[in-house]
């Protein structure tokens, strides 16, 4: 079954790809047709429960049972929800192993300009067809999925690709946990069925966007990742278009990255201008230089309206100086690329401070002067310790309760 996932999630039918499932159903002496059936359950359908695949037969959702099988999609046990609309959820495992998803639903866009993946995209289509939404006539509300109906236009999710992070930036909460295991495909993709179902989303109608930018580095657990994009493509229905990988720069992965034909858009946290500041931030630097990231994002062959996007976390007086930015300019010079700069958000026992406003002004003026894109990311759920690294599993066993201690 699933390679890499523990004994309890071994069982779990939700992370399974169809010629996977034609095999199980073939051992249990069933029709082929039953994969496909079950297909639709797990990924149109997001049944939590096996009781609920209704076109089974009764024996053959028995039979599943006894063999300990279940859909083992993560359940959402403890949620917060920010003044600005996050909501930040504790999703549990098969095996009782926690990480963190984010839902963040946007308006009417205020996000425009937030350097965010729907703000790219409103503005494209701006660019292209002029704005077409001051005249687009009113919608039938029977006619618009769940999330227009309660006001909003569009959501992200935020997802978790490992329990905790093995690569120890100096400036995120998630590193302080260190690396508990890689979570499956089906545990990844998993995170987003159990947001949709809490949202009563309707694939086609809503417009969904995910980030691969919560807790863990995606590309430390590579096939488990593009095993969640091919089911959270194919088979739940979300286009690759809308997605978008972060990652620290892995130099073999984001190679191997570039040749997938199905894959998200990439963004690198590059973080820092030169490899002095960047190894002292990110020590993963030691091992992969910032022109060796660089040569490998180059290879990545890049569709008409795709841009590498560089997350840069501002740092106060660290790398948020006017010689960092003119440093950044060089290195991205003549890339189809974007900045997205991320004021940096505190977390206890974490050493830094904010950079000040007028820094990060000037900051993104002068790439913007300098021909490059430079967008001010809008931070999201601070108040519930939602945004950018800040994740980490804020709560604690106690007495087999679940509470908030961050
Ligand atoms: N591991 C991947 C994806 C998760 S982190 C990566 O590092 O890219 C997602 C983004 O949050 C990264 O760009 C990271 O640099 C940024 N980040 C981490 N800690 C942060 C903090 N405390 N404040 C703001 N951004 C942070
Ligand atoms: Fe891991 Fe990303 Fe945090 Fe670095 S920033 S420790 S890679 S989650």
Redesign the pocket.
């Known amino acids: 079954m699933v390679d890499g996932s523990v004994e309890d999630s071994q069982k779990a039918l939700f992370g399974m790809l169809p010629e996977e499932l034609k095999e199980l159903v073939a051992e249990l002496g069933e029709k082929g047709y039953r994969a496909t059936q079950i297909t639709e359950a797990l990924y149109r359908q997001r049944v939590t429960d096996i009781g609920a695949m209704t076109a089974l037969s009764a024996a053959l959702r028995e039979e599943l049972a006894l063999r300990g099988i279940a859909v083992g999609m993560p359940e959402i046990v403890q949620t917060a929800k920010s003044v600005d609309g996050t909501e930040r959820y504790l999703m549990r495992m098969g095996d009782g192993e926690t990480v963190e998803t984010v839902w963040m639903p946007d308006g009417d866009g205020g996000e425009r300009g937030d350097g965010s993946e729907a703000s790219a995209e409103e503005e494209q289509a701006e660019g292209l067809e002029g704005n077409v939404s001051e005249f687009a006539p009113r919608r039938d509300l029977r006619n618009v999925g769940a999330l227009e109906q309660s006001g909003y236009s569009r959501a992200t999710i935020c997802i978790s690709s490992q329990v905790g992070?093995a690569?120890n930036?100096q400036?995120?909460?998630?590193a302080k946990l260190g690396i508990k295991r890689n979570l499956t495909g089906g545990e990844i993709a998993g995170q987003v069925a159990a947001v949709l179902n809490r949202h009563g989303v309707k694939i086609g109608k809503d417009r969904i966007n995910l980030v691969?930018?919560?807790m863990?580095?995606?590309f430390l657990n590579y096939d488990e990742f593009i095993r969640s994009v091919e089911i959270l493509v194919k088979h739940i229905g979300i286009p690759e278009s809308r997605m978008t990988v972060?990652?620290?720069g892995i130099e073999p992965a984001i190679r191997k990255f570039a040749q997938e034909p199905l894959r998200p858009k990439l963004?690198l946290?590059l973080?820092a201008s030169n490899d002095v500041v960047r190894e002292q931030v990110m020590p993963i630097t030691r091992k992969w230089k910032i022109g060796q990231l660089l040569d490998a994002v180059r290879t990545l062959p890049l569709g008409k309206r795709e841009w590498v996007t560089f997350?840069y976390?501002l740092l106060g007086g660290v790398n948020d100086q006017p010689e960092h930015a003119r440093e950044v300019l060089d290195l991205l010079r003549g890339m189809k690329a974007k900045v997205n700069l991320?004021v940096?958000?505190?977390?206890p026992g974490?050493d830094y401070t904010q950079p000040k406003p007028e820094d990060v002004a000037v900051f993104q003026k002068m790439l913007i002067e300098g021909g490059m894109p430079a967008y001010i990311r809008r931070p999201r759920g601070r108040d519930i310790y939602a945004?950018?690294?800040?994740l980490k599993r804020t709560v604690s066993e106690e007495q087999g309760q679940l509470v908030t201690i961050g």
């Open positions: 992070c690569v930036c400036f995120c909460l998630t691969f930018m919560g863990g580095e995606p972060s990652t620290s963004a946290s973080n997350e976390v991320i940096w958000n505190p977390g974490i945004a950018c690294g800040q």
